[in-house]
Structures are given as C-alpha cells and as structure tokens.
C-alpha cells in the first residue's frame, strides 16, 4: 500500500483516499466539522486545514498577509504557505503532510475556531449537545483564547421546530451542510436547503415540507454542534452523567450497532446514539430504532406470574412443575424466540433437547414491518438467523399452532413474548394457545404469549443482560448490559436454569461464560463474532 | 502608452450600432467565424488563439488561448461554452456596454469560441439587472439565427451552435465562475471545489470552459487581424499580455467612460488623458486598479525592482502610476489589474468610509459557504463601522490585518482574497486616518466619498 507522512507517522492509504480520510482509517484526527466519512465532501468548514510541504521540484505556494508589530507600530508584510483543506486534498504516494507540527497549521484552526465562535451564543448551560460538542471540544484543543469580538452577536432564528422529531437553532449552527447532504445522498429525502447569504445563513425545510422520515433522528447526530436536536432527548439529561455500552438495536434484523446510553443513577436508559460500524449500518440508524432505547422501561413483564396472578418466584416455579412433572415429553414444545439471545436459546435448547428430550421446536418472534432499502429490515426480530443456526428443525409458529389446534401439543415452554402473527392470525393463535394445558414463558415484554401463558417468568432486556443476535446477513454481534435488571426480572438464561432445576434437571451453566465458550463453536465459518469493525474513538461521533 | 484603437467599439455610438447591418457594415459582420468554422480545424483554432496571449478579461488574467486547450473531448458527454456577463465588481461595466452597444461580437465570437473548445451550445449567463443588455443579446442571436449564423448549420458548416442567454439573479458571488455553473444549473450560487476544474466537469457536469463576455467579444477581431498580429498591438506583448482591450475610468475623473486602448496604458494616462483629469484638479488620494478586490495604490508609491532579471526591472524607481497596466505589471506592484477599470479618488475623500463602504460589500456578497468568509468578512465590516463611529478600541484596530490575514488563503474561492487583499492594502496605506478615528480627532459624520468641485469645472467636458 503507498504511503505518506502526517507529522511524523507513516499513513497507508487506498489510491483516492483523502488525507483525512486515511488518517481516520488510522485512528488519527484530523480536526473538522463539516467533514463525515459517510457523506460527500463539502469542505466549507476549513477547520481542517493542513500544511502540504512541497515537493523537491516544487515552488512552494504563498500567499501574502499582514501582521502589526505593536512594537515598531507599523505593519509587517510576511507570507504564509497555503494550505489545503484534508477532507478534500488526495493522498499522494510519500506526500509530506503537517497538521499537529504546523504553527502555520495551528494559526488556522484557532482561527476558524473563532470566526465559528465570533456570533455563537455560547448558550452551552441550555444546550443539549454540551459535553459532545464539536465546539466546545475544539475550542479547548484548538483556540483556548477569549473573545475578541465583544459586540452583540448577529441574531438568528432559535428553537425552530424542523418536523414532529427535530428542533433547529440557526445561532448554534456552523453550516456545514451535513444535515443537508445527509438527507440528500443517505436518506434520499433533500428537504432541507441553506437559505439567505453570508453571515446570515441559515438551514431551512423546504416550504410545504417537513423533516419527517424514517431517518430524522440522524441530524442530531450528524450535526457536529447543537443546532440539531431531538424533542425526545431535549433538557432530559447533561450527557456528562450519562454512561454508555455497546449495544445493538433489537428493532429488526440489521442489527444497527448503537450506544446505548442510560444513567446508573436512576436505572433508566435515556437515548441510543450510532455506532459506526461500515458492515452493518455504516453511521447510521432509523427513527424506530433510535426510540427503542424506550423499551427498556415500556411494556415490561417484570414480575412473576401464575395464572394471570402476580407471584413470587418460587411460588411459580412450584407451579410449573407441577404442571410439567410426568407429561409425556412429545407433548412439550419448545418456543424459541427470534427476539432473544443466542444465549438464552442457547439455554432453551439445553432444556428442551438435552434434558427434556422433545423433538418438538417452534420459534416465534415478532411480524414482518415495514422495510426500505436503507437500513430497514422487514424482519422485526434481532435474532431470527441466531435461532435459526442454533435450532436447524425449529418450526414456524403456525406449524405449533397447527399442534395445538390438533391436540397433538399440550405443553409449551417458550422464550419471549410476542408471537408472529399478524392481526388476522391473532384470532386463531390465541384460540389456539388457549387449549394448551400449560404456557410457561420467559418474556421481557407484554404480547400474546405473555397473555396467554399460565406461568411467566420474567426475563431481563438487551438493555440489562449481555447478550449475542445475528443479523440477517449472518454476521454475530455482542450487546452489553447497560442497566440492572428491574423488578424481579432476570436474564431469560438464568430463568431457565432455574426452571430446569425446578424441574429436577441438572442444568449444566450457571454463568454467562458457562454459556459463551459452548456458543463459541456454533456458525463459525460463516458467522464472525463481530461487535465494531472501525471504532477508533470509542464514544465519539465522526 | 496610449494608443486609440477602435475594433470592439466601432459599432459604439453608431445609429441602431447593435443590429446586424451596422454590425456587418462595420465589423466585417461574421465573415471572421464564417471563414473560421468553413476553413479551419479545431486544434488550429486553439493553437491560433493562444498566439493573441489574450489574458482573460474578468479579473484572474488567465491566458485565453491556454484555457480553450484544456478541453478534451469527452467520450460521452457534451461540452459548453459559458460567458460570463454577471459583471458584479464594484467599479466595473465595460461588459455592459459590449452587449449594449455590440451584441454581435459576442455573438460571434461564441461561434468561434465553441467551434475552438468543440462545444456546440454557449450560455450567455447575465447580470439580472442589465435589462438593456440582456435584450440587445436576445436580438442579436435572433438576427444571426435568423440568417443562418446560429443554429443547425452555421454557414453552410456542419457544426452546429445554439447561443442562449440566461439571467442571473443579481448575487455578485454568482461571477465566480464555478458559482455561476451551479446557478446555471438552478442551484444556489455556491462556488464549487476544485479540482475538478470546469474544463473536466463544468456545467452539468460536462468539459465546460467558462470565460468572460469582453474576452469572447474580443475573438473575432483577433481572428480577424491575425492572433499574432493582435497580440502585438500591445506594448506588454512580451510580458504575454497582448492586444487590445477595453479600459475603463471612473470616480472622481471629469470624463468617467469606458474606452478601447491597446494594452499599455499607464494610470496617470488613464487618470489624465482618458478621464480628462481629476474633478476640480485636486489630487490623487489613490487608486483601485481593477475593481474592488485589487488592492489600492497610492501616487507617492515606487516601484522597487533593482535586479535586473526582475521583469519589472524597467520601472524600477519610477511611480506607479507610471507602470503600464497589464496582469502581470499590476501584480508585480503588490496589486492586481483585476477588470482594467480604474477608480480614482481625489485628496478628500475619506478612506475609511471608502473601506468601509467595501468591506460593507464584501460581507453583503459573501455567500457564506465557508467559514472564514463568512465571519470575516462581517466582522471587517463591523470592525470598521465602529472605527467611524468613533467606538472602536486601538486593539480593534489592530487586529484588522489579523482577520484579513486569516481569510487570506484559506476559503473555497477566490472571494475571499478579494476581501483580504484590499482590506490590507487600506490598513497598509491608510492607517494614520485609520487612527485619528480611533483617537476621535476625526468623525465620521463628517466623512465623505463625494468630494466638492466648482460647478464650472465639471462642465470642462
Ligand atoms: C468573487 C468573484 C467574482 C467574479 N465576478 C466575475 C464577473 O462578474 N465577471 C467575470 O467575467 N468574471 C468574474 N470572476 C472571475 C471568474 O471566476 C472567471 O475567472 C472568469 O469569468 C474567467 O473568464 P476569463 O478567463 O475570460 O477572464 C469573478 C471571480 C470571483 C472570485
Ligand atoms: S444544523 Fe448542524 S449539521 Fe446542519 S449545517 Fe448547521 S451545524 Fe451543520
Ligand atoms: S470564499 Fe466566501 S464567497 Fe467564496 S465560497 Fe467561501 S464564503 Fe462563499
Ligand atoms: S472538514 Fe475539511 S473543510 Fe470542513
């Protein structure tokens, strides 16, 4: 691979790559603002300004500029390389580059920092976007000087409401057209446009429009500053008290790599922010998955539950082997859900195959949605391949409503809580579900299954409980535990090995890692283990 | 040196000077581009041109003849000819009166010029406001179309060219001419990134090469008398900076006006012979060469060039304004030649209001695409408003040269150094006013651009 040199650091780099570009591949930073791996290049924010030393046969390009000498009182004519911005400037093979070694380069940054500073209103103790602000950031690495420019600030529009998601405030804004480009080359939906000239600039939805699509969640994050933001996360939470995991969207079958940020003070997830990860979903995510961190505190089952009665755990457990104690094992199925864990799969199997010995496998999910050619799955289960690696004869739900309907299936022990049906089947599954002898299910959430099970067990969300999802395209991703487990839940694989005990099984794990090492062989080949491919800054939006 | 020549402006002043008979009467009326597109080849059109040494006449000075050779076929895309007639420089409207008084030139040299560059349409994209001119290009492409000179086939040749006028919407920026291609398009006028360049992704994103309307009307006369020929009208002919071109005065002049001189003037030929002397015969407080971008030059200035390799050698010790006015010359005194338009201003006129009046312009025009435009160019203009309004600190004042030095160089087109470039030619050269503001020993109610004359000296015409 050719190479050139960045101060003193070697970079390789692809034929076309920009200076910045291959940096980035490197994990190095380059400073910038309009500049976004995964749009085109504007180049309008100059705040990446970098020295190119000329080449041997080359004349070096100046310009001449002016400085006062307060000394002797008189100006001074002294002349400055050009530079060249690293977000549109081509690599060249042994290219000498200085960015971080420049006073030069240095002298440039700090200045865009302050021409972008020069009518901001500093409004950062009501800002949401303080504490992850490309500004507030780059004004301590970059300028750390005072204002110079004490006179009222030119006034722009504030608090605009762009659409149902999204607030615009023109004075925070910096123009670097992400938000456009954005909506134009990603999400194919060009609503928004600069309007006015100059120092009065400012985005703007076209008229009779509204920034309403299944991706405006995407300008809070693609907006480098606080001029973009969400209705639901604004004045909720300073993000310094937030903490964060790695986490993966449960919303369909993409498997969107996300944060997951949540405070430990209160237990409660607050907002979900994209995760790069070029394989899966590049930078990006949809507004329905973006609002998924909801789940976690929406709809739960998060106590035990016997007949439709709260219960305690042991009470419940009691019961179901009561239930289950000397039924005949071909008329137990085993429900897999495409909304669970490999792990707590992983878990059902061991019970339903290698203790309980039935043949009878199910799996059950969520029904088809909505699909695009973006980012959306019409599958809206996380995990629908992992079930299907793990369990090859697991049947379609209608196959085990077929088994109850004939009375061949009288018991079922299954994951999660929702069922595949669409509102026409919903009839017959519930009639169906209605005739088994015994329900018992280990669901998060509220769904038909939960309605209809005799004996719930409450499992733990992604959100509370690490767990591994393959998504469509078969790639195997990790989710972290952000949050404890609330109310009486616990991780669905916990819950069943308990159940196993309860049914005088000797469950074989214990532990996550008990579960992870016999997972480990499972897919492998075609499934690699795969939380981020480039992640350089962990927490950091490009 | 002043030397009248009178190709361009023939038709100027003559009845009904604009329409075809006046034009084929007086300007040999398209027997240029007939004999161009009936006996010539591409290539020797191009290679021709470039002996005019035509240096570009909106502003940048680049060689005409050079710029037409960067265009290369395209294998599946068309090629264009765009003119640029948005003529928005403060200080500027020769352009104006080409299309206003010679439409034809214009027209005629966009068939000479597609047929050189292999374009078969040419977009004429005028400043909104010049309706007049705007009109008289409309009639003009309808007379040649309707003999046959645009349209399928151009006298008989089997080269077609359509010449169509588009008008602008009267934003300045939409002169620069990557700005113009996007507005052409109907996208806002924000100049483009460069590379790629217009002659390998222009408009629409096909081999375009963009020139000024003066320049293009100048190609049938260069075709005409022969480019070499041209070329050598001008006493800068060996600085490559040939032929003839249309010189303007205006300001504090008695005969502001807009003239056709062979290149080789000097401004106080300029100020004096041309514009017939400055009003009530006061002084020169300094001159803007070119237009509003090109840094001020002050009469007391001298050319420093003791080496004699330097090429301004020849002027060395001698005033500035003595300096013949070419591309090349006018860079080589700290300024530009710009559009060739000169603005005097005579002993009086306070340079303060005059800089401020043009930065107020630059921060109007800016189309505040990227940063240190945008910003700067405000805050030069706020900077200096309080300066005059006597509520500016010393610190303000100096920091001036930094906010244009910051500028300079560091945006995405050229506007940026056009509001850098004078700005600190004013702070160079005018600071001492700039301080008696600061100071309040002046005011700036009292502030003038105008300066009084005696009635009777303005009738001297
Ligand atoms: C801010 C700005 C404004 C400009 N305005 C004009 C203009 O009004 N007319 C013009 O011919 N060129 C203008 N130019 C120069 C054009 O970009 C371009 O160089 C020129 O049209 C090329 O023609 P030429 O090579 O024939 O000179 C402007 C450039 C800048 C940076
Ligand atoms: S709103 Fe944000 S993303 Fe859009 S131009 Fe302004 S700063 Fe950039
Ligand atoms: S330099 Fe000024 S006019 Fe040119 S692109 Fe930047 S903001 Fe626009
Ligand atoms: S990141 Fe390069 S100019 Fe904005």
Known sequence: MPTFKLDDKTIPFEPGDTIIQAAHKQGIEIPHYCWHPGLSIAANCRMCLVEILPAKDQRPLTLDILEWDPVAKDYRAVKKPKLQPACQFAATENMEVLSDLSDHVKKARAAVQEFLLLNHPVDCPICDQAGECKLQDYWLEHQKTQKRMLDEPVHKPKAVSFGPTIVYDAERCVMCTRCIRFFDEVAHDPVLDMRERGNLNEIFVAPGRQLDNKYTYMADWVCPVGALTTKDFRFKARVWFLRSVKSVCQGCATGCNTYLDYDSRFNRTYRYRPRENEAVNKYWMCDDGMVSYKAAHEDRVLEPRVEGKTSSLGVALEAAKKKLDGVPRDSIAIVYSAQHSLEDNWALRELGKTLIETDRAFWSGAPDGYEDKILIHKDKNPNTAGVKQLVESAKPFSALVEGLASGAIKHVIALGGATPSTKEEADAAATALGKAETINTNPTHHGALTQAAAIVLPASSWAEASGTYVNFKGIRQQSDKAIESQGSSKPAWQQIGLLARALGYEASWTKLRDIRTRLSGLGEGNAPVHTTITDPHSTEAP | ?461
């Open chain 2, 1 to 461: 040196m002043i030397k009248y020549t009178n190709y361009l402006t023939t038709t100027y002043g003559q009845p009904e000077g604009w329409k075809l008979p006046a034009y084929e009467k007086l300007c040999h009326g398209y027997d240029t581009a007939r004999k161009v597109l009936t006996t010539m080849t591409r290539e020797a059109v191009v290679d021709e041109a470039k002996k005019a040494n035509l240096r570009g006449r909106g502003g940048a000075g680049f060689p005409m003849g050079v710029k037409w050779s960067f265009m290369r076929p395209h294998p599946t895309k068309p090629a264009y000819l765009v003119v640029n007639a948005d003529e928005g420089e403060p200080g500027t409207h020769k352009d104006r009166t080409i299309m206003e008084k010679n439409p034809h030139s214009v027209v005629e040299g966009c068939l000479i010029a597609c047929y050189g560059i292999g374009a078969h349409v040419a977009y004429i994209y005028v400043r909104d406001e010049l309706h007049l001119a705007k009109r008289r290009l409309e009639e003009a492409i309808a007379e040649a179309r309707a003999r046959g000179f645009v349209g399928k086939t151009p006298f008989g040749s089997s080269y077609p060219v359509e010449v169509y006028v588009h008008t602008g919407a009267g934003a300045y920026i939409c002169g620069e001419e990557t700005s113009m291609l996007n507005s052409l398009e109907g996208k806002r006028g924000e100049p483009r990134l460069k590379p790629p360049f217009p002659a390998q992704a222009g408009s629409f994103g096909c081999p375009t090469t963009v020139n000024n309307l003066e320049t293009i009307a100048a190609v049938p006369t260069m075709f005409n008398l022969g480019c070499d020929a041209f070329s050598k009208m001008s006493a800068l002919h060996d600085m490559k900076d040939g032929g003839v071109r249309l010189f303007g005065v205006n300001g504090h002049v008695k005969k502001p006006q807009i003239i056709e001189l062979a290149v080789g003037v000097t401004i106080r030929e300029m100020i004096y012979d041309i514009g017939g002397g400055v009003l009530g015969d006061k002084d020169v407080l300094a001159v803007i060469p070119g237009g509003s971008s090109t840094p001020i030059l002050r009469p007391q200035e001298t050319v420093h060039a003791p080496d004699e390799k330097n090429p301004m050698h020849p002027w060395h010790g001698k005033s500035v304004f003595d300096v013949p006015l070419g591309v090349d010359t006018m860079r080589g005194v700290g300024t530009m030649l710009g559009t060739c338009c000169v603005t005097v201003m005579a002993e009086g006129t306070d340079p303060v209001l005059a800089f401020q009046n043009l930065m107020q312009f630059y921060k109007h025009e800016s189309c505040g695409q990227c940063t240190p435009c945008r910003e700067g160019s405000g805050w030069l203009d706020r900077t200096l408003k309080k300066i005059l309004a006597g509520k500016a600190s010393m610190k303000e004042l100096d920091d001036l040269s930094d906010i244009a030095s910051n500028i300079m160089g560091n945006t995405i087109c050229a506007f940026g150094e056009g509001t850098a470039m004078p700005a600190m030619g004013f702070l160079q050269k005018f600071r001492p006013e700039l301080e008696a503001y600061v100071r309040g020993e002046k005011k700036g109610k009292d502030a003038r651009l105008t300066v009084s004359f005696e009635a009777s000296e303005q009738a001297a015409e």
